[in-house]
């Protein structure tokens, strides 16, 4: 095999131009509408007409028939997929910090069951989200590997993370309450309590608030990354409240503490520019209200129109129903739609990604030019029926989230580095961000197998440029796992034109980056290899592929993905995987 070496090579880098992109979802009777033409949309903003520069129709292309995933032997991936690139990809997010543990377990059952019945080709990431953001799995094709990646022990943990108030202390707080007003308690005493768990509850929610809404703009920052409509299926049993001035929506309980206004407008500016769409759905089902619940140890009042009971129903109902019009809000201004009051959890996530596939994406350049900061409604209107539209209800003017801006200041800033120190960006670097879509321009397969526990301490350290959020590792040796990794490359794919002695000579890059469940990259390799095949060995190259090797050390502990690139300089054309090493069976289990 062909041994790697170190070396880099300027990237081609590109900045987009300005304009307002909207995909807009149009539906009759539940049913999404095709075949619509440009001049059937009118767009206003802020009230003023706008001039449509862009127009375009999206719909999933049908897959061949009888298509199939194909199967790998033990430790053997590839980055080949039979499925086209679809118009909006999917993001599975679980939230820990906004849904009490009691339901978070029902949710977890409820995505296995949904995977479990998909079809491949549906293309979907899965995030958790506690006190931080955690990756599970980047976007795929297959839902075995979506499943594998969810049932993996490291992500299926059910967490408290202590933000949100467990049934059982409401039931408690009720049921001393009730204590109190029963003993005889003065009403002053009552009041007291009541306004001290008020209080308490108030500040935990903007702290919870204000970390759901960082964990968003995390998540935005990641898909902006990447083409298309995205849509994000959020479990949640409390979304905050965004009320948006001028936008048209109500409600929002927590739009007066200034602090937390800013993060909305940074949060849902950050997702215009993504081009994401929230789908918040009701991790509470159809429960029941917790004086029916079986924590509830207080006997039942008498029911009537001013008995404790119906008072303290009164108050939940009220709560709930401010929980899902915050939902429905969110979902409004992001273009999505909110779903409460079921318990077909699985249902559910196959209604979104059945009918959000189907839209037109919609592009202008606003008459008012300036970033001031504001929020700028947007309606748009369709001719011809009494169509549903669900689109994103407007943006906010600031200049350094304006679609593609930050991919555009990023590009800037690779490229002042490169100039500036030529050979310091990896030109595969755009391609290997976590979770990225894998790219199939270069089909390659990749066999990864564990080494003897001794290889670790022999792993070279590679010629490295600098990775954009590299976390050292200072892991001992005896606290690593070595991997052995064959790449076998599809010479179709390379650039390997004979010279006029008959050999075939190119070159291609190879990069390897380890990342932590958190985005962090604990190990990375970037390599240029040399290829020359003379006539009589070139004949079996083309028949095995270009067979290429290296080796790798990664912490014994935690979750780690290895993601890998390929990039042919002859034709440009780029090829990427992505794989979770928990997948990757155990020196022990593979030898049986």
Known sequence: ??????????????????????????????????????????????????????????????????????????????????????????????????????????????????????????????????????????????????????????????????????????????????????????????????????????????????????????????????????????????????????????GGVQSGNPALKEQVAQTLAMLAAARAALYPVDARGTSVNNIYSAENNTKLAGIGPNSPTTEQMGEEDTERNGDQENAQIIADQSGGRAFANSNGLADIIDKITSTSSNFYTIAYTPTNTKMDGNFRKIEIKVSGAKYQLSYRRGYFAVDDVLPGSSLAVRNQELQKLNQKTPGAVDPLLPFMDLGMPQSQQVLYKLRIYPAPADAAAAVPNATQSTPPNPQPDKSPDKNKIAYKIDFAINTSDLSLPPDPDGTHKGKVNITLLVYDRFGNIVNHQEHLVDLSFKPDVYAAVQKAGVQLHADLAVPAKGNYWLRTGILDRGSRKVGTMEIPLSSVVPLQQASK
């Open 1 to 250: 095999m062909t041994a790697l070496y170190a070396h880099a090579q300027q990237p081609e880098l590109r900045v987009t131009s300005r304009s307002v992109v909207i995909d807009v979802i149009v539906n009759n009777n539940g049913k999404p509408v095709s075949g619509l033409k440009k001049d059937a949309f009118t767009v206003t903003e802020s009230g003023k007409p706008q001039t449509v520069s862009f127009f375009e129709e999206n719909a999933p292309t049908p897959p061949p028939q009888s298509v199939q995933i194909p199967k790998m032997p033990t430790d053997v991936f590839t980055n080949f997929s039979p499925f086209p690139n679809p118009p909006a990809v999917n993001v599975l997010l679980l939230d820990s910090l906004n849904t009490t543990t009691d339901n978070q377990s029902w949710v977890h059952k409820a995505a296995l069951q949904y995977l479990k019945t998909a079809k491949p080709g549906n293309r979907m990431a899965i995030f958790t989200m506690g006190l931080g953001l955690h990756f599970i799995q980047g976007f795929n094709d297959d839902p075995a590997v979506l499943t594998a990646a969810l049932n993996n022990k490291k992500n299926n943990e059910v967490s408290d993370v202590g933000a949100m108030k467990a049934k059982s202390q409401t039931v408690a707080e009720e049921e001393l309450a009730a204590i109190m007003s029963s003993g005889g308690a003065a009403p002053g005493m009552i009041a007291a309590l009541q306004s001290f768990i008020d209080e308490n509850d108030l500040e935990r929610n903007v702290d919870r608030t204000n970390l759901t809404l960082k964990n968003l703009q995390r998540l935005a920052t990641f898909l902006q990354g990447f083409p298309g409509r995205k849509n994000i299926i959020w479990f949640a049993e409390k979304p905050p409240g965004v009320f948006v001035v001028g936008s048209g929506g109500s």
